[in-house]
Each structure stands twice: as C-alpha cells, then as structure tokens.
C-alpha cells in the first residue's frame, strides 16, 4: 500500500493512464487545486496542471491524453467544461460547450451531456466525439426533451452509450437510462432505474454490466438484458463514492466510511474488503492490470494498494 500526499482538501477524481504508468487525482480546494500527477515509477512530488480548476472528473483517452472535466477560475465560464490535454506538453484544448457538462471517454470516443438554460427553458444536449490529434470529430448528437437536467454517461466497449438523465414537471424526478447506437446514437433501449438519485455510470470494460451508482445502493444491469431489475447493492447508512470493474468482470465499489469492497456484480455478494485510515473515499480507479487500485479521499490522500 502507498499513499501519496496532495495539497488539497479532497480528492473526488482519479485515473490510471492507458498503460498503467501515471495516476492522476483531482479535486476542491479554497484556491482550485487542478490536476496532481504522480510517475508510479518514481512516485515523490506530484507534477501539478490546471491550477485554479476545481476538478470534478478524469479519464484518459487510448492515446494517454487526459481528459478532465472542470470549474473554470474566471468568471466568465458558465458552470464548467471539458478539456483534454497531453500531460506531456499541457497546452489544454478546451471542448467549448455551454452550460454544465459530464462526459465519459473510452478510446479515442469522448461521450457528453451538456445542460445549459435557453429563454425556452433548460436544454440537455448528448453527443459523441472522436478525438483527434487537433481537435475533435463530431460523430452524432441528440437534444433531449422536457425539463431535462445533468445526467451521466459511460462507453461501452463496442462504441454504445449508456445514457442516464432526469427531468421533473414540478412533480417527482423521474430518470430515464437510454442505450444509444454507437453510429448514430439512436435510441437501441429506454428503461426506468428503481432509484431516484442521480449518480455516475460505471460499464464493464468486457461489456457485459452496468452500474448506477445511485449513493445510499448500486444497481448492476446485465447489458445483454436491460429490462431484466437490476441487482441492488445496498451500503446502508454508508453511501458509494466510487465503482469501477476488474478484468475479471469483478466490481469494486467505495464507501464514504474508509473501504473499498470487491463484489460479485451477478448477486452483489462481497468477495473481499480494504480498509483505509487516510481518510473517507471520495474517488475510485481501477489500474488497467486489474493487480492495483486507487482512491481518493477528503484529506486530500491517494492511497495505492493491490487487489491479491
């Protein structure tokens, strides 16, 4: 186990490079923290990106670019964006969509919901992107209806989306999980999740589940049958911060009391059970081995440790 140390008051984002070599963490502080990342190699004072970006998500692309959704320090910038960046050379590319936006990236396919306010009202656009050396690439589009709100995403590993939003009419929240097409993002099938708590995505690399991290449970959908319940994953009184799948096809979830359970995704029974004392978990990743596994977590820590 190893934990590196990052100025900054909690840690809700982290990410493995494609080939495992660089982590990087990101999160809130009083003066934006930006992007922390450490070599694995030689992990002693982290390279710091971004400063004054409050960091709410990370991924990086096949090509090792890291994409990283943020809060702008200017007063200028409405509620945030994406930008991808080569770690290597930082001159960040901003992706300039209005409003507040969640993405999700899978090899060079960069999925998003943007939410911005119009004079008819809010205004939920999802579409996918290839993303290239220069830019991007728009691939396909769709403006969703109703009083729609920020959702979140995930690619599958055949070029799918998964796409989970919410709108209300001045009544109860109701959420809608869509699977669109990979080349034109229609829609393949529309379920309605149990819950009623907008949370992350999480696919299985392999393809075959789905996780809605709802915060109090997880629903695990199998994806050849998505009208088939989800399996709910109960924490408790304890809420999830965190999920993301082995190799194996095993999940493994984070908790807001200082572990990280490892689950069979067909029953949600728990295999194993990794306790931290550097404090609560605010972010997971999984090492693209499946060997190693990092969190996040409020005092602003990465912890490193092995999954054997």
């Known amino acids: 186990m190893l934990t590196l140390a990052a100025p900054v008051r909690r840690l809700d984002a982290v990410a493995f490079s494609p080939d495992g070599r660089e982590l990087a963490a990101g999160g809130s502080a009083p003066d934006g923290p930006g992007v922390h990342l450490w070599d694995r190699g030689s992990p002693t004072t982290p390279r710091r990106l971004l400063d004054g970006y409050t960091i709410h998500a990370l991924g990086y692309a096949a090509d090792g670019r890291l ?17 991808v960046l080569d770690p290597r050379a930082p001159a960040g590319r901003l ?23 119009t004079a008819a009202g809010w205004r939920q656009v999802v579409g ?18 109703g009083d729609a709100m920020p959702g979140w995403q995930a690619l599958l590993p055949d070029g799918r989306a998964a796409v989970l939003t919410w709108d209300f009419d001045g009544g109860p929240i109701r959420l809608t999980l869509t699977l669109r ?7 393949l099938a529309a379920v309605t999740p149990p819950a009623r708590t907008v949370g992350p995505l999480v696919a299985d690399p392999a393809g075959e589940w789905l996780v809605h991290n709802a915060g ?10 998505l009208q088939a319940p989800p399996v709910k994953i109960t924490f408790g009184k304890k809420h999830c911060t965190g999920a993301g799948f082995l190799p194996s096809g095993q999940l493994l979830a984070a908790g807001n009391d200082g572990t990280v359970r490892r689950l ?45």
């Open 128 to 145: 996918c992107r290839r993303l290239l050396a220069d830019g991007f690439r728009p691939l396909w589009g769709t403006t969703l209806e």
């Open 67 to 83: 994409v990283v959704g943020a809060a702008f320090p200017t007063a200028e910038a409405l509620g945030g964006g994406v930008l």
């Open 95 to 117: 992706d300039p969509l209005p409003g507040r936006v969640q993405f999700a990236v899978a090899g060079d396919r960069l999925l998003t919901t943007t939410v911005g306010r």
């Open 264 to 308: 069979d995704p067909a029953t949600g029974a728990t295999a194993a059970t990794y306790a931290f004392t550097a404090g609560r978990v605010r972010s997971l990743a999984v090492a693209p081995d499946g060997v190693t596994a990092a969190v996040g977590t409020d005092r602003g820590a990465v912890v490193v440790f092995d999954l054997d």
């Open 216 to 225: 109090g449970s997880l629903y695990v959908w199998r994806l050849a049958d």
């Open 181 to 187: 097409a990979a080349d034109d993002g229609r829609e």
